[in-house]
Structure formats: C-alpha cells, structure tokens
C-alpha cells in the first residue's frame, strides 16, 4: 500500500501554481536579492498594489515569501524552503527517468555516433 501524505501534495500543488506564473517568478527572483514592499515589487510590472498584493499573497499561501506589516509598509522576504521540497520532488523523477533511459539504452544499446 502506498501511502500519500495530502498536506505535503497540496502544499505543492500551491507551489506549483505560485511558480507557474512569470510575474511570481520574477518576484521571487527580486526578493532573492534582499527584501522589498509590495510597492517595490509593483514597479518593474506597471501594475497596480491591488495586484501586485493578489501575487503577494499567492507566494505566501505557498510559503514562499513572509511578509511583515509596519504601519502602512508590507516588507516581503523570500522563504526558501518550499524551493528545496519542490527540488527534492522533481530530483525523484529525474532519477526515475534516468534509470528508465538506462535501462532502454541496455535494451537496445546506445545510438549510432554517439
């Protein structure tokens, strides 16, 4: 029987849809240099807070970010821990197909001219 923990598939699953999108990644990748506000995030993105503060929130929903309130100042800080369980996730299935090419290639033995 194979047991399937849900809460880490469904943390994934809001992984996944947080990296899914261009605007988040791009986020990330700001935030991977040193924190910033919503504000700041908005910018590069001529978009408005209120939309800016939707993706926020999808990156916070997947863990991704932790954002601390001062006042009227949302700061926003890159968490990268999910990153690692989605990089261990995707390493699993690397491995599967690695071992299923080779396997093939004892089969069948390597193409020609390589």
């Keep these: 029987m194979v047991y399937i923990n849900h809460m880490v598939d469904h943390q994934l699953d809001r992984l996944f849809h ?56 949302h700061m926003c800080r890159l968490n990268p821990a999910p990153l690692a369980e989605a990089n261990e996730w995707i390493c699993f299935y690397e491995r599967f197909w690695e071992m299923k090419a080779s396997e093939l290639q004892e089969l069948f033995g390597s193409p020609k001219g390589a």
Aim: charged share 30%; hydrophobic share 45%.
């Design 18 to 73: 947080a990296l899914s999108d261009p605007t988040r990644r791009s986020m990330l990748r700001r935030l991977a240099a040193k924190e910033r506000t919503v504000t700041e995030l908005a910018d590069p993105f001529m978009m408005s807070l209120a939309a800016a503060s939707k993706h926020v929130r999808v990156l916070e929903r997947a863990s991704l970010i932790n954002r601390t309130v001062t006042g009227r100042v």
